[in-house]
């Protein structure tokens, strides 16, 4: 059963960082791309950091770039992302998530499998 556990969040100040990390067991994915999505209630989920099979292709939403980083590591089967500088507005629900094939696609739809999510929280 593939199950994905995410970690790492948590309340910090505006400024702050925090790291979230997400576990992978079940199976590799190491032929999928891997994706970070937020979702505020009752809305969508939106992609905020997809990587590559390997690492060397990445995409950041317009509000993540310069700000945060994804990384994969295919030996212990993770995936992080690293959130610097952050806001109040980054005050959602964070999930990590595998891609339908080595494609870092935008839409939700493409991503079967995902984590239970984990809150972040930035006070002003």
């Known amino acids: 059963q593939v199950q994905l556990v995410e970690s790492g969040g948590g309340l910090v100040q505006a400024g702050g960082s925090l790291r979230l990390s997400c576990e992978i067991s079940?199976?590799?994915?190491?032929?999928?791309?891997m994706g970070w999505f937020r979702q505020a209630p009752n809305k969508q989920r939106n992609l905020v950091a997809g990587?590559?099979?390997?690492?060397?292709?990445?995409h950041y939403a317009a509000f993540a770039k310069g700000r945060f980083t994804i990384s994969r590591d295919h030996a212990k089967n993770t995936v992080n992302l690293q959130m610097n500088s952050l806001k109040p507005d980054d005050t959602l629900v964070y999930y990590c998530?595998?891609?339908?094939?080595?494609?870092?696609?935008?839409?939700?739809?493409?991503?079967?499998?995902w984590g239970q999510g984990t809150q972040v929280t930035v006070s002003s």
């Open positions: 998530s595998t891609s339908q094939s080595g494609t870092i696609y935008v839409g939700e739809a493409e991503y079967p499998y």
């Open positions: 079940g199976r590799t994915f190491s032929g999928n791309a």
């Open positions: 990587i590559g099979r390997w690492g060397e292709d990445t």
